[in-house]
């Protein structure tokens, strides 16, 4: 990325500079249009230059003082210019004890299945150069094949599938496609967010447990074929 030769926080008014002061009180020295991109980087999950366009060009031409202003907060600015996806995380502090400002979600069975499913779609599309789009029906089809055979309670798991989807659209990870009610592009930050080798370890994870719990199946009815 090619900065600028000036650093920006250089050309910034002072604080006694009324320039940037855009309400009554307020002591800050961003534009307004930078001021927003961190807004955006803080309230997450992500910063899409496709759909943030002013808001990315303010980023980038920008990007040392929002760095420098993150850092303050123990954060890090992780930028992929090819996705146009930016979004923070926690910085790596060492033995520093640092606060944790990042909410933090706790991701139930189903929830990682489904992150699992929409990774391997967003890496299908992509290789095919494609945008990622899913539709409900594909989604329960495919978390369908984890529900455990001896489960009575098929509307059950099904709301389990839906508040899920729910869930990963607030997080702006699935988005809702203009004038469909059931279909779904998938964001190109879920590559940032999980790696290749996440992915990878996760799905042997689960590999792992279904071939626990069909072993198990399998053991248990012969068990009980010899007792007759």
Not at 22 to 31: I, K, Q, T
Not at 136 to 162: P, V
Request: aromatic share 8%; net charge negative; no cysteine.
């Amino acid at each position: 990325m090619s900065l600028p030769e000036n650093d920006p926080e250089e050309n910034i008014p002072s604080t006694g500079d009324a320039t940037n002061h855009l309400f009554y009180g307020d002591m800050g020295e961003l534009p307004l249009d930078t001021r927003r991109a961190l807004a955006q980087l803080l309230s997450g999950p992500s910063l899409d230059g496709r759909r943030h366009t002013k808001l990315w060009i303010a980023l980038l031409r920008d990007e040392n003082i929002i760095r420098r202003r993150l850092g303050d907060l123990f954060l890090d600015l992780v930028i992929d210019q090819n996705m146009q996806i930016a979004f923070t995380r926690q910085a790596d502090t060492g033995e520093i004890e640092a606060p944790q400002l990042l909410r933090r979600y706790t991701l139930t069975f189903i929830d990682s299945v489904l992150l699992l499913f929409l990774r391997r779609q967003l890496a299908q599309a992509e290789a095919r150069g494609e945008r990622a789009v899913v539709s409900k029906e594909e989604i329960m089809e495919n978390l369908a094949l984890y529900e455990r055979a001896e489960n009575t309670d098929k509307a059950g798991f099904e709301k389990k599938i839906l508040a899920s989807i729910e869930k990963i659209k607030d997080r702006s990870i699935l988005r809702k496609i203009h004038a469909s009610n059931d279909r779904f592009e998938v964001s190109p930050a879920l590559k940032l967010l999980f790696s290749a080798e996440e992915i990878s370890e996760l799905a042997e994870l689960y590999r792992r447990m279904a071939h626990v719990e069909s072993t198990f199946e399998e053991g248990f009815y012969a068990d009980k074929g010899d007792e007759s």
